[in-house]
């Protein structure tokens, strides 16, 4: 059954630094999507992305985070100067998306990379 | 402005009973979709169910139902003889369909559910 994966599975990294968290979505799939969830808390929304752009980003998807599907399979979200508030697990999903008639497909989630700022 | 409230941060039940957790959003889109994931310990989210805002008709799978009520804007799941493997933290979510949606999830807080044996 595909799934959606995502690497690395922990990565630390010094305060200020820059990092790279990748997903591989599910091979058909149109629609992709970054959510974080701190420690304990719920999981947010950070961006969505279709068509080669973003297509939504929630106030925490400030100008320290970018996106990028570099290939036809790689999909990756950069932090560009790490904080300390960045710590949290950061989910990949991706989906057959929105479609006109108001139709929402299923996301299918990643395991997630956690990431500990220091 | 779209939220979604699960009340019940923790529910602890002994095996074998039946344990509902609840869930109530709001929208003001007539389209809309409802989903719930479980996070094991392990820390993945595992889809379980959709429902989109047309159909009310209450869901079986195996020990696990939910109830869609649109009168009170509410999408409970109820485990039926619960298990220490149902033991995770359980989210539901709401996804706006209308016009210029990207089907972005807002998520509830979660309910931290613990079977004991």
């Known amino acids: 059954e595909p799934e959606v994966t995502q690497t690395p599975s922990h990565q630390v990294t010094q305060m200020g630094q820059e990092v790279i968290l990748r997903c591989v979505p599910i091979?058909?799939?149109?629609?992709f999507y970054w959510y974080r969830q701190i420690l304990g808390q719920k999981v947010e929304f950070l961006v969505s992305f279709y068509n080669n752009e973003i297509s939504e980003k929630s106030e925490i998807f400030d100008d320290q985070f970018s996106v990028e599907r570099p290939d036809g399979s790689n999909f990756t979200l950069k932090i560009r100067s790490t904080k300390l508030e960045d710590s949290a697990m950061y989910f990949c999903?991706?989906?057959?998306?929105?479609?006109?008639?108001?139709?929402?497909?299923?996301?299918?989630f990643g395991p997630g990379t956690r990431l500990l700022v220091l | 402005a779209q939220k979604v409230t699960q009340a019940q941060t923790e529910i602890s039940v002994v095996e074998k009973e039946d344990v509902t957790l609840d869930c109530v959003y709001e929208t003001r889109d007539t389209t809309y979709y409802l989903f719930w994931y479980k996070q094991p310990p392990s820390g993945e989210l595992v889809f379980l169910i959709r429902r989109n805002s047309f159909d009310e008709q209450n869901e079986i799978s195996g020990r696990y139902s939910w109830n869609f009520q649109k009168s009170t804007s509410s999408f409970n799941f109820t485990i039926t003889a619960s298990q220490v493997v149902d033991s995770a933290v359980y989210f539901c979510?709401?996804?706006?369909?209308?016009?210029?949606?990207?089907?972005?999830?807002?998520f509830g807080q979660g309910t931290t559910l613990q079977v004991k044996p």
């Open positions: 979510a709401l996804s706006e369909a209308g016009s210029g949606n990207t089907g972005k999830l807002i």
């Open positions: 091979s058909n799939h149109l629609y």
């Open positions: 999903a991706s989906s057959l998306g929105v479609t006109a008639g108001g139709s929402v497909a299923t996301q299918y």
